[in-house]
């Protein structure tokens, strides 16, 4: 017996919205990583300590920002899930919402990612252009 889906794949809403959905972050993609990428200090990379820690806040507030910021990623996540199958940037997004949720190693993930020569050779021509030094890896 074949269950009813919970919503009708003929609307053009729908398609409207997966459209609308892919273009934004598609557009936040294209903006937010070079944006990120050059912000980088040269020797972020180098030393463990990862970014500068935040000034401390009630603990209430800080677990309301975390538990934000992971479900934001989730929501991206299964966003950018079902874009590999729909119209959309899906591993773009999955990108994304890898680098909101908390994850053990995701530096270690980052460091190997950006060892690779030649996105190593992209970014620094990126950062080169926006007048940043080179990555320190």
């Known amino acids: 017996m074949l269950e009813r889906l919970p919503f009708d794949p003929g609307d053009a809403r729908l398609?409207?919205?997966?459209f609308a959905l892919s273009v934004i972050t598609l557009a936040a993609?294209?903006?937010?990583?070079?944006v990120v990428l050059i912000g980088l200090e040269p020797d972020h990379f180098v030393h463990e300590r990862g970014l500068p820690r935040?000034?401390?806040?009630?603990?209430?507030?800080?677990?309301?920002?975390v538990f934000s910021r992971?479900?934001?990623?989730?929501?991206?996540?299964?966003?950018?899930v079902a874009m590999l199958v729909l119209p959309g940037?899906?591993?773009?997004t999955i990108i994304a919402a890898l680098t909101l949720i908390t994850l053990p190693g995701k530096r270690r993930l980052?460091?190997?990612?950006?060892?690779?020569?030649?996105?190593?050779?992209?970014?620094?021509r990126l950062r080169a252009r926006a007048g940043r030094p080179p990555l320190q890896l």
């Open 89 to 92: 940037q899906g591993l773009l």
């Open 110 to 124: 980052a460091r190997y990612l950006l060892s690779r020569r030649s996105l190593h050779r992209l970014v620094d």
């Open 15 to 18: 398609w409207g919205v997966a």
């Open 54 to 65: 935040p000034p401390r806040r009630h603990p209430l507030v800080h677990a309301l920002l």
């Open 29 to 34: 993609g294209l903006f937010l990583i070079p």
């Open 70 to 80: 992971n479900a934001l990623g989730l929501f991206l996540l299964v966003l950018g």
